[in-house]
């Protein structure tokens, strides 16, 4: 599996948009990206994924670049409750039966 | 909504005892993981199961084994723990097909050994 890279920490203000970059430089063309957050002491919680194209859902926005080597994760207007930790993983959809290479993440904090 | 539990949030031991972590999920899916996530390392994967009574060894399997005798549970086991093994551990599920790109994770289990 590729290795991401993200930056450790990010501040954002309540109801801006959040934008969270990740570079996977050694993606290979059968590599998704996937973005997962970790709220304290829960469980981590799927957000997103995509291959090629950029994709939208309830949570957030995901923006890959045309050459796949970094992509960009947006909550459109940031909560408080939005501050976690939010990683980038990129893998085969089937490799070991779906396991998840997590790596530090980008600690967010939404500030008031 | 998909909902996978496990049997503690909190749970302390001595070092030595037999420890039961239980998981069970109630979507019906065939894949079960188990990791364990420390400051300054991330998520590491222990084990997982892609089917009943079927294992595999993760990242990091040494000092633990794992149980799956029914499709919904998946039980790890620190056979004699040990400090070391003081961590949150994390139980996740997926269902296996095209579309199954989701992995759900459980609340986790903080277990202090001292």
């Known amino acids: 599996d590729a290795k991401t890279t993200q930056p450790p920490s990010m501040d954002c203000a309540e109801g801006r948009a959040a934008n969270l970059p990740c570079n996977h430089s050694?993606?290979?063309?059968?590599?998704?990206v996937y973005w997962y957050r970790q709220i304290h002491s829960q469980g981590p919680q799927y957000i997103i994924h995509?291959?090629?194209n950029n994709e939208t859902n309830e949570m957030a926005s995901l923006i890959i670049t045309e050459d796949r080597k970094s992509s960009t994760l947006i909550l459109p207007h940031a909560t408080l409750r939005d501050t976690a930790v939010y990683y980038c993983?990129?893998?085969?959809?089937?490799?070991?039966?779906?396991?998840?290479?997590f790596g530090q993440g980008t600690e967010l904090s939404v500030k008031p | 909504d998909v909902k996978v539990t496990q049997s503690s949030r909190y749970l302390v031991k001595r070092t030595g005892e037999k420890v039961f972590l239980e998981c069970v999920q109630d979507?019906?899916?065939?894949?079960m993981f188990w990791y364990r996530q420390d400051p300054g390392l991330g998520l590491r994967l222990i084990y997982f199961?892609?089917?009943?009574?079927?294992?595999e060894k993760g990242d990091i399997p040494e000092g633990y084994s794992v149980s799956r005798e029914k499709k919904e549970r998946f039980s790890l086991i620190l056979e004699s723990a040990s400090t070391n093994q003081t961590s949150m551990y994390l139980c996740a599920s997926r269902a296996t097909g095209a579309g199954s790109y989701e992995q759900y994770f459980g609340p986790g289990t903080r277990l202090t050994v001292t």
């Open positions: 995509g291959l090629k």
């Open positions: 993983i990129v893998r085969v959809s089937y490799n070991q039966g779906g396991k998840l290479i």
């Open positions: 979507m019906d899916h065939e894949n």
């Open positions: 050694t993606i290979s063309g059968n590599e998704y």
């Open positions: 199961s892609y089917d009943v009574k079927m294992k």
